[in-house]
């Protein structure tokens, strides 16, 4: 005997089907949609822009101060007979190592270049001794050597090496990239031929960071005389 009201076998049994076949369905024409969305397949790739730059040569600075300075070093050893034996060798040593030291550190640093100012640092450091010591080991190798081989030779190295290292300094390391500034700075306002006023704007130029060294001298209350270089960056 069934009960009235209740559902019987078979009807439950297709109830459930007819859902089984809605779920397949709509499952089937997901899958198909995204499959056929060629945006919903692959992810969205952000590529980032790139700023226009300007390759601009700093390293002229290098030239007018390290390298000045190397050269008036080098020449107080090199040229005369026994270097830092006068008064005049041994000022303008005073006077160009500073300047040859610094330059090209100072540059570097004062364009935004840490590492390459502690790279330029390093190479006037270690180089020049490493040339003045090559130096040595050649002029006191032949047999008949003089017996002031090793000053006389580790002079020479030493000064080729300050002419030598802030000129490479310069030409490799002296370069950096600018962004192009694209936000205007002052409008120039002209008319064309048909009458209208056309707008031009000039770009910003970036502003780079600047310093100064100069030599320096202090004359003590007993008569003593101090050489030295002071500088502003």
Same mark, same amino acid.
């Given at each position: 005997m069934r009960l009235r009201g209740a559902p019987s076998g078979a009807r439950a049994l297709r109830i459930w089907g007819a859902r089984l076949a809605i779920g397949v369905a709509l499952a089937t024409c997901t899958r198909s949609a995204g499959a056929a969305d060629p945006v919903a397949q692959s992810p969205t790739e952000i590529v980032a822009r790139e700023r226009p730059s300007t390759r601009? !040569?700093? =390293? #002229?600075?290098?030239l007018a101060t390290g390298e000045a300075g190397g050269v008036v070093a080098a020449a107080a050893l090199v040229l005369p007979e026994s270097p830092l034996?006068? #008064?005049?060798?041994? @000022? =303008?040593f005073?006077? =160009?190592m500073p300047f040859y030291a610094l330059g090209g550190p100072a540059t570097h640093w004062t364009h935004g270049a840490f590492n390459k100012g502690l790279l330029s640092l390093a190479g006037n450091i270690v180089v020049p001794i490493a040339g003045g010591l090559i130096g040595q080991s050649v002029h006191c190798a032949p +047999?008949? +050597?003089?017996?002031?081989c090793g000053t006389r030779g580790f002079a020479?190295? !030493?000064? @080729? +090496?300050l002419i030598t290292v802030p000129l490479v300094d310069a030409l490799v390391l002296g370069w950096e990239d600018i962004p192009d500034d694209d936000a205007p700075s002052s409008a120039i306002r002209t008319a064309t031929s048909s009458g209208s006023i056309a707008e031009f704007r000039r770009p910003r130029r970036p502003r780079i960071a600047s310093f100064t060294m100069a030599p320096a001298w202090n004359l003590g209350p007993r008569g003593e005389l101090a050489f030295g270089i002071a500088g502003r960056f």
């Open positions: 601009s !040569f700093y =390293g #002229w600075k290098i034996q006068h #008064w005049s060798s041994t @000022l =303008g005073i006077i =160009g +047999a008949d +050597a003089d017996i002031n020479v190295g !030493f000064g @080729l +090496a």
